[in-house]
């Protein structure tokens, strides 16, 4: 069973940072293959980047345009994947989840066999 917990999100505004964390409790971290969604008020959810098991193979949704970055961190046990979200906008505002997958690394959704309860993005204009 793999637990996943977010955390990071908040108000900040437009053209401000954050940094998102996602804990996934469990051993086989190093195995997991992780993503990070997120739903905007009367959205449906949408893929905003992925990487693999290894963090040699990062995916990112368009819209990101170079303003995200996803990364992992394995050491010393830390089994946590960040995004990191530069010039924010207020159409980046949504509930931000994290994903894992022992099997899959990419934009589908389906996929994804663990999730975490997400945490609010906020950006004011």
């Known amino acids: 069973q793999v637990q996943l917990v977010e955390s990071g999100g908040g108000l900040v505004q437009a053209g401000g940072s954050l940094r998102l964390s996602c804990l996934a409790s469990v051993r086989t971290f190093g195995s997991l293959n992780l993503g990070w969604f997120r739903q905007a008020p009367e959205k449906e959810r949408e893929f905003v980047a992925a990487?693999?098991?290894?963090?040699?193979?990062?995916?990112?949704a368009d819209f990101v345009k170079g303003r995200f970055t996803i990364s992992r961190d394995d050491a010393n046990a830390k089994n946590t994947v960040y995004l990191v979200l530069n010039s924010l906008k207020p159409e980046d505002t949504a509930v931000y989840y994290c994903?894992?997958?022992?099997?899959?690394?990419?934009?589908?959704?389906?996929?994804?066999?663990?999730w975490g309860q997400g945490t609010q993005v906020t950006v004011s204009s």
């Open positions: 990487i693999n098991w290894n963090g040699d193979t990062t995916y990112y």
């Open positions: 994903a894992a997958s022992l099997r899959y690394t990419g934009r589908r959704e389906a996929p994804y066999d663990y």
